[in-house]
DNA sequence: CGGTTCAATGTTAGCGCTAACATCCATTGT
DNA sequence: ACAATGGATGTTAGCGCTAACATTGAACCG
């Protein structure tokens, strides 16, 4: 049956051109070139004859030549630490939405929470004059550092707040790590583990951690830490609540650096028959949807991601439709979402 | 405070080009383009001068002018329906994680199932010229099918099986939906529910609902339908489970469309007291994690969503390196995982 | 020692489009 | 009636790079 031969021709059937689109509608080809990209400035009816050459020829427009004339694509770069986080992808489809509304195209890249791969992201992506570059998090290697600070399109740091080389949209982590950790003094809580997973790599889990411990020094208290080295997932948070309960049996509630930790430890919890808040408490933090529907409701911060993906979206569009510049980070804010898990 | 002006200059600072590189090395442009492109064809004391040139001069080549010239680039369009699924975000790593390896970028497309917003897509993407095409499904519009067939680039329609216009990874969801009922069957379930979401536009759920008639039809059984008009998430899982409890008291088991609605169904079981399987069974499609967290453990189909993106990668991979062509679909298949909730 | 070969490098001519300027011609005001 | 105006369209010259062909010169041969 294997054919060795491809299944499809590999003819390099040119495309139709502007320039045939001109042809057979007797007009000149920057005249198509208007009818496409400026309509108004074209007389109602040589647009109309335009169009119609456009439709006979099957006409679709190249745009790397058109961005490469005009030194302007209609892409926007984005780079992100993981797709496998869920967080990430709800953000993308803020950024997707607004952009593609506005005829731009997202190009993607994902670290995998490595300052060398986002480095070299970065100059590929430059090297494609994005119309814009999204980027995760305030801090890159020096060398990328740079590169974004030299390259003059508009750049939004976003997810935290901070010192931005141009926009920046974001929450405060330091601040919910307060927030939950405050949250569990107020309920009474005093013996608190954290638990975070990998956070070598994820320092944003790292500054709501130091919130943490703030609040819980403030109050004379202990601020243990568990850092698993698995991915952040329900297995790992299972796990988490296994060693948390072999090694500190005194602790009275854990707070998770995330809902995926937190709800794999719930779930494992409920497996077990272990009585959550009573025996152990349980916090999270993005507030996924998958929280709302355990039994008891997790306790969690909700972060705004689509939201994110929409503001960061929307300030990028500002700057290119050449309005005042956003001054200073836009913080998106945070809700703590109390649930019967504390 | 608020500085009108916009924060960064917009100095049109052009990028150096090949051109002050080749300066720079005392040699001609065409050598760095070699040295970038097939540094094989050029002899090492040349390259190193002219990559320690490109490294001087900060030189980053430009992609636009590149793929113009010559007419390829180094990016993949893909096209999904939804990224507030995970399942498309989990096959979208698997591309991202196959094509990255090798240089390529991947520029992302959401149709949110809609056949004229594919189009669209399409032919904005193909004006990109991509190196390949990566496209959700077999069913497309009349003049995006026309489309797609008339450009010469390889195209691979993933998530399903059947006849493709190119290249075809994917399994038989007419199986999966047969494979499930079978399933039920087995364990004695008579009375099954089939439950999905927005069916009109999710078709594959359709393909399996087809497959599991077929089963409960052959048993002489009939196959009831409740298509909820939400989207396919944990609360539509729940508010399902009330209505089939309500409409169908005497159902024994539902078979649900995906993972989302079947856990959220399941975790509603558990939080109205109601045992699952004794008074109702529960089935699900995709095999999430989630599913494996929660009590009793979900039984669902393993669909091989990273899998699916890592061979429709290698696929076209294998195609852009000139090597034989696959012949015919790619059935990544199936695993049925029963769990304790039928 | 002239001729052949071949690897390394250069020259030329676009890729398809758009910016910038040029031209045309219908309208307007005085 | 004629200059001034301005909207519609055209001409020219690249954008930065690479394909295709051209050239160079060192190594090798009979």
Not at 5 to 33: C, D, F, L, N
Not at 237 to 254: M, S
Not at 264 to 286: D, E, K, M, T
Not at 323 to 331: K, M, R, S
Request: neutral net charge; proline residues 4%; charged residues 25%.
């Amino acid at each position: 049956m294997a054919d060795t031969s491809s299944r499809r021709p590999r003819r390099r059937a040119k495309q139709p051109t502007i320039a045939e689109v001109a042809r057979e509608a007797g007009v000149s080809a920057i005249t198509v070139s208007r009818v496409l990209n400026t309509p108004e400035s074209v007389r109602e009816t040589t647009r109309r004859r335009v169009e119609a050459a456009i439709e006979t020829v099957g006409y679709v427009p190249n745009r790397l030549a058109g961005s490469l004339a005009s030194a302007q694509s209609r892409f926007i770069a984005v780079i992100v630490p993981s797709l496998s986080n869920i967080v990430f992808t709800e953000v993308i489809q803020g950024l997707q939405a607004t952009f593609e509304a506005r005829g731009y195209q997202i190009l993607l890249g994902n670290t995998d929470y490595d300052l060398q791969r986002e480095d070299q992201l970065v100059s590929t992506f430059l090297g494609w004059s994005p119309a814009a570059l999204v980027i995760t998090g305030l801090r890159h290697s020096e060398a990328c550092g740079r590169r974004l600070r030299q390259w003059e399109g508009p750049i939004v740091e976003i997810m935290e707040l901070g010192t931005a080389i141009d926009l920046n949209v974001g929450l405060d982590h330091l601040k919910a790590g307060r927030c939950m950790a405050g949250h569990l003094r107020e309920r009474g809580y005093r013996r608190v583990v954290y638990v975070g997973a990998q956070m070598a790599r994820d320092y944003r889990a790292r500054l709501r951690y130091e919130g943490h411990c703030e609040v819980l020094a403030a109050a004379g208290l202990e601020a243990p830490l568990l850092d698993m080295d698995q991915l952040g997932q329900f297995e790992t948070g299972a796990r988490a609540l296994d060693q948390v309960l072999a090694t500190h049996p005194e602790a009275e509630a854990i707070h998770f650096a995330n809902d995926d930790l937190a709800t794999g430890a719930l779930l494992h919890a409920n497996r077990l028959g272990i009585a959550v808040p009573q025996r152990i408490a349980i916090a999270g933090f993005n507030g996924l949807a998958i929280g709302q529907h355990v039994t008891p409701r997790l306790t969690s911060i909700a972060s705004p991601r689509e939201r994110i993906g929409r503001r960061a979206a929307q300030a990028v569009l500002a700057r290119l439709d050449g309005e005042a510049a956003v001054d200073g980070p836009l913080d998106v804010g945070f809700t703590l979402m109390a649930g019967e898990s504390t």
